[in-house]
């Protein structure tokens, strides 16, 4: 690796937002780690990456350990981070809100909050210790980190909770000249959001079919705010689809 080259790491970058952040992070020449549960999809990004330097490490986000072992790998490869991109979530059923198991609760709270907690631990130990020193942190929001939709009680309950990590993480990072900022995504066009082209549940009870944006458009917005030196920080920024009904949601 030339002694200049950033490294990057992507949770979730398998698929959807996180395949799309990993690309455009790669196009802007980073090293880029990519991590996720299924290697399949892993090794596809890396194949649409072509020719930028990458590492596939399978990685349940809900497992400290396996965790553990993909900033070891990270650091014993490339000795080094730069940015940490905290995108990997999941959401429950959309069942109501009595009606979810504490299973289904801890198993979002396990991987959107506690995940993201141990991902961002880890990325300090390495950041703070570095030279140069520092680095920058960029968790993925949502448009649920502000305004709830019908029967997601756990997802927005994180999301709510990734927002006052995000914080948290920026105030606690100034003193390692680390950065940390936020990503607040709208109805991009991924897997998880294809349900809207059917309709989904409005807060007035009506079902909806909802606009979806290019996905490529999050990943832009990540590779922009990795772009920037770390005396500058893009601390909240908000990307949705133009016509998604969330200003005035409910």
């Known amino acids: 690796m030339a002694a200049s080259q950033k490294v990057a790491l992507v949770t979730g970058a398998g698929t959807g937002v996180g395949r799309s952040a990993a690309l455009a992070l790669a196009k802007d020449g980073f090293a880029v780690v990519l991590a996720g549960r299924r290697r399949e999809p892993l090794e596809e990004t890396a ?82 210790a570095q030279d140069p020193r520092g680095g920058r942190i960029i968790n993925n929001g949502s448009i649920s980190a502000h305004a709830p939709r019908p029967n997601s009680a756990p997802y927005t309950a994180t999301k709510h909770a990734v927002t006052g990590l995000t914080k948290s993480t920026s105030l606690d990072g100034r003193k390692y000249d680390i950065a940390c900022g936020q990503v607040d995504i709208g109805n991009a066009a991924t897997e998880m959001t294809e349900r809207m082209t059917r309709g989904v549940l409005q807060a007035n009870g009506e079902t909806m079919v909802e606009p979806r944006m290019d996905v490529a458009h999050v990943g832009s917005s990540v590779a922009y705010m990795a772009s920037l030196p770390l005396d500058a920080n893009v601390q909240f920024l908000t990307v949705m689809a133009t016509k998604m009904p969330f200003v005035g949601r409910g």
């Open 47 to 128: 194949a649409l990456a072509a020719g930028a330097r990458t590492l596939v490490v399978p990685t349940d986000i809900a497992d400290p350990a396996s965790i553990d072992a993909l900033f070891a790998r990270t650091k014993e490869v490339f000795g080094r981070l730069d940015v940490l991109f905290n995108n990997a979530g999941m959401g429950a059923p959309a069942v109501p809100l009595e009606d979810l198991s504490v299973g289904q609760w801890k198993a979002v709270v396990d991987v959107n909050l506690t995940g993201m907690f141990l991902c961002t631990q880890h990325a300090f130990r390495i950041m703070k």
